[in-house]
Structures are given as structure tokens and as C-alpha cells.
């Protein structure tokens, strides 16, 4: 059995594989700090109650964007599985050439989407991840990450717009029902939502024009990805768990050497 452990700025997503399989996913805040020790009470309570073997567990990869989290679960991995984990980093054999200026800053989670893309799609690729940012990564037909786009993503809009314009209501995170708003709630809703479809569409059209792709695989992943992709014109593909399936792949390509 594989562990893979997806630390994202709101949440951390864990993920057990066997073989090729994802069985079970877990989440928990990333905004709550934590040891090594509790992270590992925590996986071994989901894990007991999974009535899963720790024992037969034989590899962890963590991808991670919060510095500050990674090492408590390197030190869990290490003290309680007696495994030396995958971190996954721009300077890790993804199979994948990084044609970004600054490789070292591309996020491990957006590594993760273009390499399990290119595994599941080939090229040319843009994958739109919608987290705590909403992210465009684009890969090329030969399985290069040429780059891509980041805007801050639906909840962090939300919570920014209330907090620089004290007026303005916390909403539900939901589609209103139109895109004409006739309530102050349900004109944030649309400018969050039909905004953000409206965007998608439009940066996809362009990424697509500026790279002179006719043909091109465009794929969601992330918390609303299914939400946002049945109003857009552009997205017809959903991958949930894209990151997972990345960090699955990048081990089996590194678990001997």
C-alpha cells in the first residue's frame, strides 16, 4: 500500500493506493498545526477504522505548498512507518521537463496535476485546479510544463471581498439562480460563480490561441471543479483526485532508486 499526502493551503488530503487503486481519502485543515505524533494518531485511527494493516504500508509522497507542515509529516513517516517518503519538488524525476524560468517555484501540487495529465491525456493539456487559488497549467505535446496562470480562487474571492468591503455579506458558495442578482447575496453569488466560469472560458481560449493549439485536452480538478465544469463551455473533462494520481505515478517512477 501506498500513502500519499496532499498539504494544501485550506486542506491536506491523504491518500492510500493499492496497487493501482485509490481505496480511501481522508481529509483534515491545514489550518490547524499539528505534530508529528498527533498527524500520526490521526492516520492511525482512519486507518484502524478502515481495518487497514500500518504494516502494509511500503511508500509515503508528500506534495506540499505549506513549508511549514511538511516536516512534521516527513518526521511521521520516518519514525512510525520507518519509511523515508518521496517529497515531491521540481528537482524530482517526474518524467516531466519544467520550462518554467524559476523551476524551484512551481507548486509540487501543480507538478503533480500536469504529470498525472500528461499520463492519463498526453499533450497538448491545460488542467484547471480549483483550490485555494485557481491555477491553469499547461503542458505540451512532448510532455513539457510550459507554465500557466494563478488567480485566487472561489472561497479566498469571497472571503476578500467581505473583508475589504465590510457591507458586503459573507454567501453560500452555491450558483444563484440567475445571473442578474436581485439581492445583494445573490449578485456576490454570480460575480463569484458565472465570474469564475466566464474567466475559465475566456483564459482557456486564450492560452489556447496564444499557444496555437487546434486540438487540446482540457481537464478540472479541485474542490468545485464539477460545479464550475457543468456551466463551462470550454472544460468537458473531471479528474477529483488529479494530485493523488500524480504522486502515485512519480513514485512508481522512483521507489528504486
Known amino acids: 500500500m501506498l500513502i500519499v499526502i496532499d498539504i494544501g493551503n485550506t ?3 491523504l491518500g492510500l493506493y493499492e496497487e493501482e487503486s485509490l481505496k480511501h481519502h ?8 499539528r505534530t508529528e505524533d498527533e498527524y500520526w494518531v490521526l492516520l492511525e485511527s482512519w486507518m484502524n477504522s478502515a481495518h487497514l494493516a500500518l504494516s502494509k504500508i511500503k ?29 515531491v519538488t521540481a528537482e524530482t524525476d517526474t518524467g516531466l521537463k519544467i520550462l518554467y524560468d ?17 499520463h492519463l491525456y498526453k499533450g497538448p493539456l491545460i488542467i484547471v485546479d480549483f483550490g485555494t487559488a485557481t491555477t491553469f ?20 474571492t469571497s472571503q476578500e471581498l467581505h473583508r475589504v468591503a465590510t457591507k458586503l455579506p459573507k454567501v453560500d458558495l452555491i450558483f444563484p439562480p440567475k445571473v442578474v442578482g436581485n439581492t ?25 490561441k496564444e499557444m496555437e493549439w487546434d486540438q487540446v485536452h482540457i481537464i478540472a480538478t479541485g474542490g468545485l471543479a464539477s460545479v464550475i465544469v457543468a456551466r463551462s463551455q470550454v ?7 488529479l494530485t493523488l494520481e500524480g504522486m502515485k505515478i512519480i513514485y512508481q517512477r522512483n521507489k528504486h532508486h
Open 235 to 241: 472544460i468537458k473533462k473531471t479528474e477529483p483526485f
Open 102 to 118: 524559476t523551476p524551484r517555484t512551481v507548486g509540487a501540487d501543480r507538478i503533480c496535476n500536469a504529470v498525472a495529465g500528461y
Open 11 to 13: 486542506e491536506i488530503v
Open 184 to 208: 445583494t447575496e445573490t449578485s456576490i453569488q454570480s460575480g463569484l460563480f458565472w465570474g469564475t466560469v466566464s474567466m475559465v472560458d475566456g483564459m482557456v481560449n486564450r492560452i489556447q
Open 137 to 156: 497549467d499547461v503542458v505540451s505535446e512532448k510532455g513539457e510544463y510550459i507554465g500557466g496562470v494563478i488567480s485566487l480562487g472561489i472561497a479566498g
Open 26 to 33: 481522508w481529509r483534515m485543515s491545514s489550518k490547524v498545526p
Open 59 to 87: 511508500g509515503v509522497v508528500i506534495s506540499s505548498v505549506v513549508p511549514a507542515l511538511t516536516s512534521p509529516f516527513i518526521e511521521m513517516a520516518k519514525r512510525y512507518l520507518h519509511l523515508e517518503p518521496i517529497v
